[in-house]
Nanobody, 125 residues
């Protein structure tokens, strides 16, 4: 059973920074990509960023380009999301996701096979 465990969320003032971590463990699986999605109250879940595991290609939502950076440590099966210049509109529950098969759009949640429990990020104005 693959488990994704997130950490690093919290409360920060606008303009501040946070770093989220997500470690994958358990089971034998092929990791094609790991990424982050977020869901604000009353809104649909949206794509934030993803990184492909072997080719290390990165993809970002337009709303976070230039402010967020995704990276990974393959030895630890861990993905990170560095978030700078945070804005109140970044407030959401952030979910880590893992794609264990090839194919599909990395911008779509349907592509991902495993999900973390979520970590709250709150940005105050």
């Amino acid at each position: 059973q693959v488990q994704l465990v997130e950490s690093g969320g919290g409360l920060v003032q606008a303009g501040g920074s946070l770093r989220l971590s997500c470690a994958a463990s358990g089971g034998a699986f092929r990791n094609y990509a790991m990424g982050w999605f977020r869901q604000a109250p009353g809104k649909e879940r949206e794509f934030v960023a993803t990184i492909t595991w072997t080719t290390v290609n990165v993809y970002y939502a337009d709303s976070v380009k230039g402010r967020f950076t995704i990276s990974r440590d393959s030895a630890k099966n861990t993905v990170y999301l560095r978030m700078n210049s945070l804005k109140p509109e970044d407030t959401a529950v952030y979910y880590c996701a893992c794609a264990a098969h090839y194919g599909g759009s990395y911008y779509s949640g349907a592509t991902y096979d495993y999900w973390g429990q979520g970590t709250q990020v709150t940005v105050s104005s």
